[in-house]
């Protein structure tokens, strides 16, 4: 696990009287170091800080950002009665509103609705729908365009949750092949001292047609998966950014270099391995780092499938305010400059010339290094698509039909993906 420095550990209080959610708690606190220790925390109290500490509203991170995040130790509530659920949730509202939705506790198999029709329809936004796992809200890293870092919501009792994995799945997912695990942190910054992983890849590894994607993001604690019995059902899925970005954008994470070696070793223990070129920012030279970046990727570990986006969720206004302009590309800079104000769907606020012009390049720098690779875009509008579908119809791949990270049938046994998975026992 990583060392977490928090401004206050929020322990509740029935985590702190369970026998194995205490000793879950005893062993992440030795590498988490608190201002303030509260073992006896409920949801009044609990919504008190949020209020307090304005959680469910703070900004990006920015810059080289040292906050001390809050961490809660919390814990799902299962059986609690409908009737007690929908109190509580009217008594706190601050509970249950993003990015603090996850502090009431009453998630953990969530449906990710954009993808679905009504999505597409909605948004022009092209993306596969899921039912994901989760079990952490928040993160340990200062990503200076992310707002996840400011608290970590850590679910306690996760036996519990595996005892009912298999009615979840059952009743809700029946023909789901893919299932991720943790979209909302990079989950393992926690372990081997959580315990979620393990359990994640031993259970899949014994379900037929059913296969875990990890999410790995921008870390580089992976040890601890290298003699796991994963029977080759875990995918293991990084968060990948060149130099510039890794380093200054990306604060306290692990460096491209690092990333790519973790991804080195998952790759020999014989996890299936995907990259995510995410969020992709045009620096200066953006286009000499990412041309390095994806040959060094190539030499060092073979990928199954690659994905890739631009910076979403920032205009100008906020560039300027939270990044460093010195370090961005002028000519980027300058055209968001000039769209400044006008209307753009949620997500695509970089112009979309800029965008193809992202998006070619590194569709250019795939092919020429790596021709057999597929890759697709994360939740990228239906136009932009369409302009590229000669290249991605080169593997097989289509708005309606494609293979990606974290789809639900984005599975080695797809014809687009087999040659490339290992050779399993």
């Known amino acids: 696990m990583i060392p977490i420095e928090a401004s206050k550990l929020l322990i509740y209080r029935e985590v702190w009287q369970d026998p194995p959610m205490r000793a879950r708690a ?13 073992h006896d925390v409920d949801d009044e109290k609990l919504a008190d800080i949020v209020r307090e500490m304005k959680l469910q509203s703070r900004p990006v991170m920015g810059m080289r950002n040292e906050c001390k995040p809050v961490v809660i130790f919390n814990y ?19 509970l249950f509103s993003w990015p603090t939705v996850k502090f009431a506790g009453d998630r953990g198999f969530d449906w990710r609705e954009s993808g679905s029709a009504r999505y597409r329809r909605r948004t022009g936004l092209v993306c596969n729908p899921a039912w994901q796992i989760h079990s952490i809200g928040g993160c340990p890293f200062r ?16 036996e519990e949750y595996m005892a009912r994995l298999d009615g979840r799945i059952d009743r809700f997912a029946p023909g789901q092949k893919l299932f991720q695990y ?8 926690f372990e081997p001292e959580y315990d979620a992983a393990r359990q994640l890849v031993e259970y899949f590894a014994r379900k037929p047609g059913r296969w875990l994607e990890l999410y790995v993001g921008k870390s580089d604690n992976v040890d601890f998966l290298l003699d796991l019995d994963h029977r080759g059902k875990t995918i293991c899925c990084w968060s990948l950014s060149a130099r510039t970005q890794s380093a200054l954008f990306e604060w306290h994470t692990a460096g491209m270099e690092e990333r790519i070696e973790a991804m080195r070793k998952c790759r020999e223990a014989g996890y299936d391995v995907r990259v995510r070129f995410s969020p992709i920012i ?23 499938l690659v994905t890739f986006e631009t910076l979403r969720f920032m205009d100008y206004d906020r560039i300027v305010r939270y990044l460093d302009v010195d370090l961005l590309d002028p000519d980027w800079l300058e055209a968001m400059e000039e769209v400044k104000g006008k209307p753009h769907k949620q997500g695509c606020e970089i112009p979309r010339e800029w965008r193809l012009r992202v998006y070619r390049f590194i569709i250019q720098e795939l092919e020429r290094v790596s021709p057999q690779t597929p890759y697709a875009l994360c939740r990228a509008e239906r136009e932009v698509w369409d302009i590229l579908a000669e290249d991605f119809s080169r593997h097989g791949q289509s708005p309606d039909d494609y293979v990606c990270n974290c789809g639900p049938w984005s599975t080695p046994d797809d014809p687009r993906l087999k040659p490339l998975a290992p050779p399993y026992s």
């Open 282 to 304: 045009p620096v200066r030279n953006w286009e000499e780092e990412n041309s390095e970046m994806i040959e060094m990727l190539f030499d060092r570990v073979q990928p199954d």
């Open 182 to 189: 943790d979209n909302e942190t990079d989950t393992v910054c």
């Open 143 to 158: 990503c200076a365009y992310c707002n996840l870092g400011w608290s970590i919501n850590i679910l306690m009792n996760f």
């Open 26 to 38: 005893e062993r992440l606190m030795r590498n988490i170091t608190a201002e303030e220790i509260h």
């Open 76 to 94: 799902w509530r299962f059986d609690e009665p409908l009737e007690l659920y929908l109190a509580r949730k009217s008594r706190y509202p601050e």
